[in-house]
C-alpha cells in the first residue's frame, strides 16, 4: 500500500474513534503524516541496504566457489588431501554468513512495510515491538557468527598469509568488535533515532 493511500485509509477508519478520544482533525492529520513519513524512510533505507546485502552477499557466494575450487584444485595437486574438510568447513561459515546476511536485511524491509491494519496504535506498536526484538537477534546472531566468519575468511582467502593463532584470534576480535559498533552507531542515528519519533506518536495516541 502506497503512503498516501495508507493515510487515507487510516483518517477514514478511524475518524470516529479519534473524535470519541477527543482528537482534533489537525492533531490526528499531524500523527498520521508523521507516523507515515517515518515508516515511508525507514523503509526506503532497508530496501537499500536489502538491494546493497543481497548483492554483495550474491557476489561473495561466486567468489567462494571460485576459490573454494581453486583451494582444493591445488591441495589435491598437492597431495594435502587432509585440509579439504577444513577449507569446506571455512567455505560453509562464509555461505552461512552471507545467507543470514540476506535474511536480516530482508526480514527488516518486512517489518517497515506499512501494515495495512485498521488501528494506528496497533501498527505502532507491531512495528516497534518487531524491529526492537529483530535487532537484539541480529546482533546476537552476529555477536556469534563474526568471529567465525573472519577467521574462515582468513583462512581461506588469504592462505599465504601464516600468522600465530594468537594473532589471527586478536584479529578476529577487533574486526568484530569493530564492525559491531560502526554497525551499532549507523542503527542507532538512521533508524533508532526515527524509532523515538515513532514511539513517541504511540504515546500520544494512548495519553
Known sequence: MELDEFKAHWNTIQHKEFQQQKFSAEK?????MNTTDTLGQLRAKSIFWKTLGTTTSKMLIGLLVVASLMTMADKAYQHKLADIP???????????????????????EQIFTIYNNDNVKATLKQTITAFKKFYLKLKIIFLLLYPAYTYAVIKLFIP??????????????????????VNHWYYKAKFFKKLKSLEGNLRELEA
Open 160 to 181: 599465504y598469509w601464516h600468522p600465530s593463532q594468537q594473532t589471527i584470534y586478536i584479529t578476529c576480535t577487533l574486526v568484530t568488535v569493530i564492525s559491531l559498533s
Open 86 to 108: 577444513a577449507n569446506a568447513a571455512y567455505a560453509l561459515v562464509i555461505l552461512l554468513y552471507c545467507i543470514i546476511t540476506i535474511w536480516a536485511y530482508k526480514k527488516q
Open 28 to 32: 490526528l492529520e499531524q500523527i498520521i
